[in-house]
């Protein structure tokens, strides 16, 4: 079966810029997640969706980040404006029931 | 609140030499543990897991046995191959929540 899918790889962009990283999940997944992963630290849960609805962003630094999930398949994950901390590889997920999750490859963000 | 500590690497074998990877956990109740593993330029991969005590779980050679007195799920592997090059991250998540906390990883470099 096809992973979750991740766009783009890789994004540099100065401070103060906006950006938007793009999950698509495996087919069938109702609950989709972002996950943050600075270097050297273990990857930090942003939000949590069922189907199109946030089940947990407590994590999520809402005065600049954003996400959504409107028609519960693909999900977006918006930063505006962009901090040089915000530098990290972003990480989607998918899972359906408790079979585990799948992890994307990842969005690797440079701030500079 | 809940959290995992591992050891911290880089740790470096020789290939054919015995692993182990320190993890401990703080957690109420009884929380399932995870192993993922994570290769270069790739996603997070579940390793193996092991969701009550005195589990084991076990995958390509490497164990993991959830301790409750000791608090810990430490990983092993006999013979560590060049291919086991990667950060492992041991995780946990608590009963009846999908949310994940990672400890920081640990590098492993095996040289032949």
């Known amino acids: 079966e096809a992973g979750v899918a991740q766009s783009p790889r890789y994004k540099i962009i100065e401070k103060r810029q906006s950006v938007a990283f793009w999950c698509n999940p495996i087919?069938?997944?109702?609950?989709l997640y972002w996950y943050q992963q600075i270097l050297g630290q273990g990857p930090k849960l942003l939000i949590q969706?069922?189907?199109?609805?946030?089940?947990?962003d407590s994590q999520l630094p809402k005065d600049r980040f954003s996400a959504e999930r409107l028609k519960g398949v693909d999900s977006t994950l918006k930063i505006q404006p962009a901090k040089l901390e915000d530098s990290a590889v972003y990480l989607c997920a998918s899972s359906h029931a408790q079979d585990g999750y799948t992890f994307g490859s990842g969005t690797r963000l440079t701030v500079v | 609140g809940d959290s995992v500590t591992q050891m911290e690497g880089p740790v470096t074998l020789s290939e054919e030499a015995f692993l182990t990877i320190n993890c401990t956990y703080t957690?109420?109740?009884?929380?399932?543990l995870f192993w993922y593993v994570q290769y270069p330029g790739e996603g997070l991969q579940l390793l193996l897991k092991a969701t009550k005590a005195d589990d084991k779980g076990s995958n390509k050679g490497f164990e993991a046995t959830y301790r409750k007195e000791t608090t810990s799920f430490h990983l092993e592997k006999g013979s560590v191959q060049v291919s086991d090059s990667a950060v492992y991250f041991c995780?946990?998540?608590?009963?009846?929540?999908?949310?994940?906390?990672f400890g920081t990883g640990t590098r492993l470099k095996v040289l032949a």
């Open positions: 957690a109420t109740g009884y929380p399932s």
């Open positions: 969706f069922q189907n199109n609805g946030v089940v947990d």
């Open positions: 087919s069938g997944h109702a609950t």
């Open positions: 995780a946990l998540t608590r009963s009846g929540t999908y949310k994940y906390i």
